[in-house]
């Protein structure tokens, strides 16, 4: 079967989008996105097309962008594009190239799919990629989640080229005259993957011709196991928990039966913000007195006589607010918090309690709640430095109880404000701010 028919036959197997739902592209120039754009063309799936320009290779970058933008035009298919000063992006962010190339990617490709109601972002990653990043996670000892590879579905990111060796890529080009550019510094060694790519791959494929078909293989087990795994674990959670009132009992006796406990305990504990490194501690809780307990940031495991008693440390009943307008004032257990539109001020006052946002990038509604385990935000002033809220905490030495009471500010499901204590890089006020929205809390 031709890459033309296992692409469609795998597009409707997956269930990625059904007519008249449009996909938006992200296309390079180079011979893997310029493919994935020529299979949806052929397949008759529609489509949008969008490219950027991180203005890092001169001329060559410029070409890129031309190639992309005269076939999209020449096949009638709408095309969208941008053009970044990522050299002062990495300056302002202390980020690297590819570090910085990708959040701006990502963003602006999420910006334009909900502005044009994109059903989803397309993007060209092959089994060659697959392999690679299954590799990298390997040697890393990233453990059982880098034995995925790349996700076939990211929320609203699809990759529906995965399926594909590259050389059932490059065959097809061949085939169809597909126009393509070559990126230079793909054929050097300066990234991780590049290395991967030029020095491992073709010794795995010289020992084992079939290696990188076989590896992709593994990696859609490795997903079928974890299923299995995922399932394993909810049997064993139905077993050992139980809940009573706003609480949750698991006997010791039973627990301490079950094989592998480790594993069982990170599972069942998870939920609740305890990490791996916490789970000796709560296994030391089995053999330990009443009283003793392990904490984490939202819940406590308590030791009662013959259970461990989850229990959780925030008690107010409100914890999720949406903001749909301003001005407005809204009353929870952090505070009141005071919204309203305002000029932009000629200083920025130091106090904690007070945020000025850009609105430009903002959007309503905005969502008021408690910080989460595993959130994570830029602290204003850190470069574009990603930073969880808890590691936050633990630099700041933020006592335990005062965590217990932390709220944040989100919009689009990005973190604005840690409210109190410090605003988010990328919602700051810039000079081409127009709109600025004022919160207060007290």
């Known amino acids: 079967m031709d890459l033309q028919k296992q692409f469609i036959q795998h597009w409707n197997e997956k269930g990625f989008a059904t007519v008249p739902q449009n996909t938006l592209l992200a296309v390079s120039g180079g011979s893997d996105s310029m493919t994935m754009a020529t ?28 190639l992309v933008r005269q076939w999209a035009f020449s096949h009638s298919i709408p095309f969208h594009h941008v053009r970044f000063d990522t050299t002062q992006k990495m300056e302002e962010w202390k980020k690297g190239v590819q570090e ?20 989803y972002i397309a993007t060209a990653h092959h089994a060659n990629d697959n392999v690679e990043t299954l590799l990298m996670n390997l040697f890393k000892g990233t453990g059982m989640a880098g034995l995925h590879g790349i996700p076939l579905r990211n929320d609203k990111i699809i990759r ?17 005259n597909v126009p393509y550019r070559d990126d230079a510094s793909n054929a050097t060694d300066n990234y991780l ?5 030029h020095h491992i791959i073709p010794v795995v494929e010289q020992i084992f011709p079939n290696g990188v078909q076989h590896l992709n293989e593994s990696i859609n087990r490795f997903a079928e196991a974890e299923v299995l ?4 674990i909810e049997e064993e959670r139905k077993k050992l928990v139980e809940k009573r009132g706003q609480d949750y009992y698991i006997p010791i006796l ?15 504990f998870k939920p609740y913000g305890y990490s791996a490194q916490q789970v000796p501690q709560i296994i030391s809780l089995l053999a330990s007195e009443s009283g003793h307990y392990v904490d984490s940031a939202t819940h406590r495991v308590l030791r009662n006589r013959g259970f461990l008693i989850i229990t959780s440390l925030q008690t107010e009943a409100a914890d999720h607010v949406h903001i749909d307008a301003v001005p407005c004032t809204i009353d929870t257990p952090h505070g009141k918090f005071t919204f309203s539109i305002t000029d932009k001020p000629d200083n920025i006052p130091t106090d904690a309690n007070l945020a000025y946002i850009d609105m430009d990038v903002a959007t309503l509604p905005l969502t008021l709640r408690k910080w989460r385990t595993g959130d994570y935000f830029y602290p204003l002033g850190m470069g574009m430095k990603k930073k969880k809220v808890s590691k936050y905490f633990k630099d700041q030495k933020i006592a335990l109880h005062e965590k217990d009471h932390v709220w944040v500010l989100e919009s689009n499901k990005r973190i604005v404000w840690l409210c109190g204590m410090r605003l988010d890089e990328r919602f700051k006020l810039l000079p081409k701010t127009q709109h600025v929205l004022r919160v207060e809390v007290r």
């Open 254 to 268: 039973k627990l301490q039966k079950r094989e592998p406990l480790h594993t069982i305990c990170y599972e069942l």
């Open 39 to 66: 299979l949806f063309l052929q397949a008759g799936i529609p489509f949008g097309i969008a490219h950027c320009n991180f203005q890092l290779r001169g001329e060559e970058a410029d070409k890129d962008e031309a």
């Open 193 to 197: 993957r590049n290395e991967v790519r």
């Open 160 to 176: 529906p080229l995965l399926f594909a060796p590259k050389t059932a890529i490059t065959a097809y080009i061949a085939q169809h």
């Open 100 to 119: 910085t190339a990708r959040i701006l990617r990502y963003e602006w490709l999420e910006q334009i799919r909900a502005e044009y109601n994109y059903q």
């Open 229 to 232: 795994y995922k399932k394993a």
